[in-house]
């Protein structure tokens, strides 16, 4: 640790650090564009000059390290005089377009120029006119008026992705981001240079006028794209999810995420099922509830448990893994407990990208599913298979013509899910659940980090956790589980499974908890 004093007060600095990471450890901002700690210093913005004693002259924060009796002031009249030449500067040939920019509300020059701004134009010539609406690539447009030139973007290129499409090309005010001649800014993580961006000049094809972020809300939660399981936030609003934005989590994600997964909010809006279905025709959600328990009361009077198979996902939470394997072992007493995925695998990379495209394929490691797909296939092959419970697992759509065949042999199939598909259709009876931006609930995503996601909104129509539908499935069956929330659902897994001992759902690091991987083979 070092020993700082800064603007007066003496403060105690992990080592390493530089003024600005310094200064925000012990609460105090110092105003800044180019720097982001995710990239290499280039310190060519100057927002950040701040006195120290001693130094000739004002130093940069971005690139001045903590050292043991350092005098910093970052709040003097000199300083906030320099900010305000900075912000001048700036703002010279900027369009101040921000009633019609989509970075408005989370700007930072515009929440710089209200706080250092130089609110007078003393400017006598005209601005320097350069493109707008430059189509840089599939997620990215700029708008190069906007640019403050920090070059954020270019070395997120160099360095990160090491594509380097972009380019600061030209000179002085003519100086301009670009990308190279007969190239598209077309990486895998293109769309990250928007959230670098820290004006509004580099903006989202998607989200571009779809809403102002002053009326979204904001979860913490993960992308569900792929087992890498970035950490990420949604932002919402009135019930429809309208981006991801990746989250810093060191062990999982850095400050980064892929396209494919920042895209993949889609399926939040897309295609939902919110009304339960019997043959495929809508009815309430009681009448499919009564049929189901129906059909699973007679199966085990007539033909014992094991005519019950139950089908568990990579797809859905831990909690609702958890109580559906109750439900098979203390309730049905049926031993025909499957976790089959057949999500093909599909790109990766050596960075965020993985081929499993399931978000918990270790959760279910972790509960001790067989997660064989030819055992299942075996079970429904020998005909001893009444009814055929799946959660949240897609065996028809992603296994195809086969799965389907093999599972109109089952006389009765529940299907849980979330969208309309071919299964949901075909199914005895399908029940609408929740998505993950509509409940509490945890996954393990690869490298065995446990990380919970936070309940966004409201599911719609009858749509519920897949857990709160499996517990009234026990409840009508004799047995209740208890279950109200999930947190109740912990105090039963924590117990069960000694790597969780001690644990609770709202005691879960927003970074996640690192599973031991000796226990990722539950009990």
Request: glycine share 8%; charged share 20%; hydrophobic share 40%.
């Amino acid at each position: 640790m070092a020993t700082i004093t800064l603007n007066g007060r003496q403060v105690e600095v992990p080592d390493g650090l530089n003024l600005i990471q310094a200064a925000e450890h012990v609460g105090v901002t110092i105003p800044h564009y180019c720097y982001h700690p995710g990239l290499p210093i280039d310190g060519n913005c100057r927002m950040c000059l701040v006195e120290i004693e001693g130094a000739r002259g004002p130093q940069i924060s971005c690139n001045t390290f903590v050292k043991d009796g350092m005098v910093v002031k970052t709040d003097t009249p000199a300083v906030e005089k320099m900010r305000k030449g900075v912000q001048e500067f700036l703002l010279l040939n900027h369009p101040i377009d921000c009633p019609i920019c989509d970075q408005a509300g989370e700007c930072r020059l515009q929440d710089y120029y209200m706080e250092y701004g130089q609110y007078e134009n003393r400017s006598m010539v005209p601005k320097v006119e350069k493109n707008k609406v430059v189509d840089l690539g599939p997620l990215v447009v700029l708008d190069q008026e906007r640019c403050i030139l920090c070059s954020r973007c270019v070395r997120f290129c160099e360095s990160v992705t090491e594509t380097g499409e972009l380019v600061i090309a030209g000179r002085g005010d003519k100086s301009r981001i670009e990308t190279f001649p007969g190239m598209q800014l077309d990486n895998p993580y293109s769309g990250n240079v928007v959230d670098l961006c820290p004006v509004g000049a580099l903006t989202s094809k998607d989200f571009r006028f779809k809403q102002r972020v002053w009326f979204l809300n904001t979860a913490k939660s993960v992308c569900v794209g792929c087992s890498n399981g970035c950490s990420v936030n949604i932002d919402h609003r009135a019930g429809m999810t309208y981006r991801y934005k990746p989250r810093h989590n060191a062990q999982v994600n850095e400050y980064w995420m892929c396209d494919a997964g920042r895209l993949s909010y889609k399926a939040l809006n897309d295609n939902r099922l919110y009304a339960a279905l019997v043959d495929g025709e809508e009815v309430p959600v009681g009448i499919a509830l009564d049929a189901v328990i129906a059909k699973l009361k007679a199966a085990v009077a007539e033909h014992g448990a094991d005519s019950v198979a139950l089908v568990g996902s990579a797809h859905a939470t831990l909690e609702a893994n958890f109580v559906l394997k109750r439900l098979a072992a203390e309730v049905l007493k049926t031993s025909k407990l499957f976790g089959a995925t057949l999500t093909p695998d599909g790109e990766a990379d050596d960075f965020l990208i993985k081929a499993d495209k399931t978000p918990n394929r270790k959760g279910l490691d972790f509960l001790g599913y067989d997660q064989s797909a030819e055992a299942l296939k075996a079970a429904v092959a020998s005909g001893s298979i009444k009814v055929l419970v799946a959660m949240d697992n897609d065996l028809v759509g992603e296994g195809g013509p086969e799965w389907a065949q093999l599972f109109k042999s089952v006389p009765f199939t529940v299907y849980m899910t979330k969208h309309h598909t071919p299964w949901a259709e075909m199914a005895s009876v399908t029940l609408p659940i929740a998505s993950h931006a509509e409940q509490f609930g945890s996954f393990v995503q690869a490298k065995g980090v446990l990380q919970k996601v936070m309940k966004a909104y409201d599911a719609q129509g009858d749509a519920a956790p897949s857990w709160e539908v499996v517990s009234s499935l026990a409840r009508a069956l004799g047995t209740d589980f208890g279950y109200d929330d999930v947190e109740q659902i912990w105090t039963d897994m924590s117990a069960a499974y000694e790597a969780l001992n001690g644990m609770s759902f709202y005691g879960i690091p927003e970074t996640g908890h690192q599973l031991p991987v000796a226990e990722m083979v539950g009990k």
